[in-house]
Nanobody
């Protein structure tokens, strides 16, 4: 069983930065073997993959965030992070972490990111 809790969202002006955190309450063995990902859902839009990181640290980014966002993980602490720089109004969304592919039971409340122009 895994519980994921996102935090770090907020209101920021365009061009600003935020760092999101995802705490995974799970056995370390389970967490360290899973590919983890950040997703986001903007109002009226479908949830989309933002970035993912394998257990070995290999990363992938959606075209819309590549070069601005950085995903990382700390397996010792069961944490996943998303550093977001040069934020744009179109980054406004609720951000979630989950495995890749996502598991329904792992969806948390997410953390709201709002970027003002």
């Amino acid at each position: 069983q895994v519980s994921l809790v996102e935090s770090g969202g907020g209101l920021v002006q365009a061009g600003g930065s935020l760092r999101l955190s995802c705490a995974a309450a799970a056995s370390r063995t389970i967490f360290t073997i899973k590919t983890m990902a950040w997703y986001r859902q903007a109002p009226g839009k479908q949830r989309e993959l933002v970035a993912r990181i394998t257990s070995g640290g290999d990363t992938y980014y959606a075209d819309s965030v590549r070069g601005r966002f950085t995903i990382s993980r700390d397996n010792a602490e069961n944490m996943v992070y998303l550093q977001m720089n040069s934020l744009k109004p179109e980054d406004t969304a609720v951000y979630y972490c989950n495995t890749l592919p996502p598991l329904q039971a792992y969806w948390g409340q997410g953390t709201q990111v709002t970027v003002s122009s």
